[in-house]
C-alpha cells in the first residue's frame, strides 16, 4: 500500500525531468498524474465488493502484479503515450489492492488490535504522502534528471516481487467453510481468509447461499462511470464545457446507482454496498470527514513543490527534506494514536485537525517573513511538522471510528468507499487549490499566491472541525 500511495506523490517532483527526457507537452505531463488517479478511484468500491465475495488475497495478489509490471512498462517507455498508458494500467492495480488492506484489518482484527493495525496503517499513509517527494528528489539526484524518473517506477518492482512472495508465504488460504471468530473483543480473530463473515446487515438476517456471493455487476459499472463522470473535470488541466457537462451527468449516474442498489437489495439480493451503512452516524460522518480532510490537505505538498522548486528554485531533494520531518512525525503520531483512538475517540481527530489548522497557519508566517528564501525558509519544515502530527491524528484514527460498526461482509466495499470519497476530495481539492494558486500568481507574487492556497486549504479543515465536532456531539448524546 505505500507503493500505491507514493506512487501518487512521487511523480510531482520529477514531472520536470519526464518533461526532459520524454520530450512531452503539457497535456501529456497532465496525464501523468491524472491517468493514475482517475483509474485508482474508478475501481475502488468495485475492487472492495470482489475481495468481499472472492476473498481478499487473490485480488490483492492481481493488485500487485498489475502494479508491478505496469511499473516496469512506465520505467522503459520510449515515449509519452506508452508512460500513460502505464499510469492508467498502475491506477488500476493500486485500485485492486487498496481496499484489500483495509478488508483484512477489518476481517482478522477487533478492539485495540484493529486500532493498532490501522495505526499501523495510517503511518504508512502519511508517511507516503510526504516522503513521496524526498524519494523522488533523492532518484534524481543519482541517476540525474535526464533519466532519473524511469528509476522511480522501476524500484517498484522488487518490492513488487518480495510483497507477491511474502503474501503466498504468510496470507491464510480461502476456505469453504466460514469462519468461526473465537477471540474476545480486545484481541485478534483467527486468520482465516473466508469471502463471508459472521456479522449480519443491520435489521436483516443472514441470507446464505450463492446470491450472498453477487458481484452485482450492473452495480459496480454504474458507480464506476459515476465516479469516472465526477473526476474527470478535475483531474484535467484545461477542462472544457463538454468536460464540466460530465458533473451533472455523474451526479445522474449516482442517483441511478442508488435506485439500482435499493431495488437490488429488495429483490433478495446482495447489493454492492448496502445504502444501509450511511443509516450508521459512525460511517456517514467519518466517509464526510475523510473527503473533507483530503481535500484540503492533501493540496498542501504540491503547493510547496510548487513554491519551492519553481519560486525559490530549490532542488527536488531539497524540497523533500523540507517535508522529512512530517513524515516521520506522522508515523510517530499515528502508531500512538492507533493505540488510544477506543479510549479518547473523535477526540483525537479532532486534535489532529486543530494541529492542521495551526500548521497552515505557521506555514502562511513563515513564507511571509522569509519571502527571499535564504536559510529562514526551513523553518517552513517546523511548521509542516503540525501537518504531520494532523497526518498521525486524522487518518488512521479516523478509519478505525468510521468502520467499527460495518458488518464484515461490507468491510471491504465500505472501505472502498471511504477510500474513493478521499481520492474524489483530492481531485478535487487539488484542482481548486492550484486553480486558485496560479489565478493569484497571475496578478501578484509567489508568497502572497502560496499563502492565498493555503488560507483555502485552512478555510476546507476549518469545515472538516465544524463535522468532527458534530459526530463528538452525536456520540456524547449516545
Same mark, same amino acid.
Given at each position: 500500500?505505500?507503493?500505491?500511495?507514493?506512487?501518487?506523490?512521487?511523480?510531482?517532483?520529477?514531472?520536470?525531468?519526464?518533461?526532459?527526457?520524454?520530450?512531452?507537452?503539457?497535456?501529456?505531463?497532465?496525464?501523468?498524474?491524472?491517468?493514475?488517479?482517475?483509474?485508482?478511484? $474508478?475501481?475502488?468500491?468495485?475492487?472492495?465488493?470482489? *475481495?468481499?465475495?472472492? +476473498? &481478499? #488475497?487473490?485480488?490483492? @495478489?492481481?493488485? /500487485? %502484479?498489475?502494479?508491478?509490471?505496469?511499473?516496469?512498462?512506465?520505467?522503459?517507455?520510449?515515449?509519452?503515450?506508452?508512460?500513460?498508458?502505464?499510469?492508467?494500467?498502475?491506477?488500476?492495480?493500486?485500485?485492486?489492492?487498496?481496499?484489500?488492506? $483495509?478488508?483484512?484489518?477489518?476481517?482478522?482484527?477487533? *478492539?485495540?488490535?484493529? +486500532? &493498532? #493495525?490501522?495505526?499501523? @496503517?495510517?503511518? /504508512? %499513509?502519511?508517511?507516503?504522502?510526504?516522503?513521496?517527494?524526498?524519494?523522488?528528489?533523492?532518484?534524481?539526484?543519482?541517476?540525474?534528471?535526464?533519466?532519473?524518473?524511469?528509476?522511480?517506477?522501476?524500484?517498484?518492482?522488487?518490492?513488487?516481487? $518480495?510483497?507477491?512472495?511474502?503474501?503466498?508465504?504468510?496470507?491464510?488460504?480461502?476456505?469453504? #467453510?466460514?469462519?468461526?471468530?473465537?477471540?474476545?473483543?480486545?484481541?485478534?480473530?483467527?486468520?482465516?481468509?473466508?469471502?463471508?463473515?459472521?456479522?449480519?446487515?443491520?435489521?436483516?438476517?443472514?441470507?446464505?447461499?450463492?446470491?450472498?456471493?453477487?458481484?452485482?455487476?450492473?452495480?459496480?459499472?454504474?458507480?464506476?462511470?459515476?465516479?469516472?463522470?465526477?473526476?474527470?473535470?478535475?483531474?484535467?488541466?484545461?477542462?472544457?464545457?463538454?468536460?464540466?457537462?460530465?458533473?451533472?451527468?455523474?451526479?445522474?449516474?449516482?442517483?441511478?446507482?442508488?435506485?439500482?442498489?435499493?431495488?437490488?437489495?429488495?429483490?433478495?439480493?446482495?447489493?454492492?454496498?448496502?445504502?444501509?451503512?450511511?443509516?450508521?452516524?459512525?460511517?456517514?460522518?467519518?466517509?464526510?470527514?475523510?473527503?473533507?480532510?483530503?481535500?484540503?490537505?492533501?493540496?498542501?505538498?504540491?503547493?510547496?513543490?510548487?513554491?519551492?522548486?519553481?519560486?525559490?528554485?530549490?532542488?527536488?531533494?531539497?524540497?523533500?527534506?523540507?517535508?522529512?520531518?512530517?513524515?516521520?512525525?506522522?508515523?510517530?503520531?499515528?502508531?500512538?494514536?492507533?493505540?488510544?483512538?477506543?479510549?479518547?475517540?473523535?477526540?483525537?481527530?479532532?486534535?489532529?485537525?486543530?494541529?492542521?489548522?495551526?500548521?497552515?497557519?505557521?506555514?502562511?508566517?513563515?513564507?511571509?517573513?522569509?519571502?527571499?528564501?535564504?536559510?529562514?525558509?526551513?523553518?517552513?519544515?517546523?511548521?509542516?511538522?503540525?501537518?504531520?502530527?494532523?497526518?498521525?491524528?486524522?487518518?488512521?484514527?479516523?478509519?478505525?471510528?468510521?468502520?467499527?460498526?460495518?458488518?464484515?461482509?461490507?468491510?471491504?466495499?465500505?472501505?472502498?468507499?471511504?477510500?474513493?470519497?478521499?481520492?474524489?476530495?483530492?481531485?478535487?481539492?487539488?484542482?481548486?487549490?492550484?486553480?486558485?494558486?496560479?489565478?493569484?500568481?497571475?496578478?501578484?507574487?509567489?508568497?502572497?499566491?502560496?499563502?492565498?492556497?493555503?488560507?483555502?486549504?485552512?478555510?476546507?479543515?476549518?469545515?472538516?472541525?465544524?463535522?468532527?465536532?458534530?459526530?463528538?456531539?452525536?456520540?456524547?448524546?449516545?
Amino acid at each position: 500500500m505505500f507503493m500505491s500511495l507514493v506512487g501518487v506523490s512521487i511523480v510531482n517532483v520529477v514531472l520536470p525531468s519526464i518533461q526532459a527526457g520524454l520530450h512531452a507537452d503539457d497535456t501529456d505531463i497532465q496525464w501523468v498524474l491524472s491517468g493514475y488517479a482517475l483509474t485508482f478511484g $474508478v475501481v475502488l468500491v468495485a475492487a472492495g465488493r470482489a *475481495g468481499d465475495i472472492v +476473498g &481478499r #488475497a487473490p485480488i490483492f @495478489l492481481a493488485g /500487485v %502484479v498489475v502494479f508491478t509490471l505496469s511499473s516496469v512498462g512506465a520505467g522503459l517507455a520510449p515515449d509519452p503515450l506508452t508512460l500513460n498508458i502505464a499510469r492508467f494500467v498502475q491506477g488500476l492495480g493500486s485500485g485492486l489492492l487498496n481496499p484489500q488492506v $483495509v478488508g483484512m484489518i477489518q476481517h482478522h482484527f477487533r *478492539g485495540r488490535e484493529r +486500532g &493498532r #493495525a490501522y495505526g499501523a @496503517l495510517g503511518s /504508512v %499513509v502519511g508517511v507516503s504522502v510526504a516522503i513521496g517527494p524526498l524519494l523522488g528528489g533523492v532518484i534524481i539526484q543519482l541517476f540525474g534528471a535526464e533519466t532519473g524518473w524511469r528509476w522511480t517506477f522501476l524500484v517498484n518492482v522488487p518490492v513488487g516481487g $518480495v510483497v507477491v512472495i511474502l503474501a503466498l508465504l504468510w496470507f491464510p488460504r480461502p476456505l469453504l #467453510a466460514r469462519p468461526t471468530p473465537t477471540a474476545r473483543d480486545g484481541g485478534a480473530l483467527p486468520i482465516v481468509d473466508s469471502p463471508e463473515s459472521e456479522v449480519p446487515a443491520r435489521g436483516r438476517p443472514r441470507r446464505g447461499g450463492p446470491r450472498d456471493r453477487d458481484l452485482d455487476p450492473i452495480g459496480a459499472v454504474l458507480l464506476g462511470l459515476a465516479v469516472l463522470a465526477l473526476l474527470l473535470p478535475f483531474l484535467q488541466g484545461e477542462p472544457t464545457l463538454w468536460t464540466w457537462l460530465l458533473l451533472p451527468v455523474g451526479l445522474l449516474l449516482v442517483a441511478c446507482w442508488l435506485a439500482w442498489e435499493r431495488r437490488y437489495r429488495d429483490r433478495g439480493r446482495s447489493p454492492m454496498v448496502d445504502l444501509d451503512l450511511f443509516r450508521t452516524g459512525s460511517f456517514t460522518y467519518g466517509t464526510l470527514i475523510a473527503g473533507l480532510y483530503f481535500l484540503g490537505v492533501t493540496s498542501v505538498w504540491v503547493l510547496v513543490a510548487l513554491y519551492l522548486q519553481n519560486g525559490l528554485h530549490m532542488t527536488a531533494l531539497q524540497t523533500g527534506l523540507m517535508g522529512l520531518p512530517a513524515a516521520l512525525t506522522s508515523a510517530v503520531v499515528s502508531n500512538w494514536a492507533g493505540k488510544h483512538v477506543l479510549d479518547y475517540g473523535r477526540r483525537i481527530v479532532i486534535a489532529g485537525i486543530l494541529s492542521s489548522l495551526t500548521g497552515l497557519g505557521l506555514s502562511i508566517l513563515v513564507i511571509q517573513l522569509n519571502d527571499d528564501g535564504g536559510a529562514g525558509i526551513w523553518w517552513l519544515a517546523g511548521a509542516l511538522l503540525f501537518i504531520g502530527i494532523a497526518q498521525g491524528a486524522v487518518i488512521s484514527p479516523n478509519q478505525t471510528l468510521t468502520l467499527t460498526e460495518v458488518p464484515l461482509r461490507y468491510s471491504g466495499s465500505a472501505g472502498g468507499v471511504l477510500q474513493t470519497g478521499q481520492r474524489i476530495g483530492t481531485a478535487v481539492g487539488l484542482a481548486l487549490v492550484t486553480a486558485i494558486f496560479f489565478g493569484v500568481l497571475e496578478s501578484s507574487d509567489w508568497q502572497t499566491a502560496f499563502s492565498t492556497g493555503f488560507a483555502v486549504i485552512a478555510a476546507v479543515v476549518l469545515l472538516t472541525l465544524v463535522v468532527a465536532l458534530a459526530d463528538e456531539r452525536r456520540r456524547r448524546r449516545r
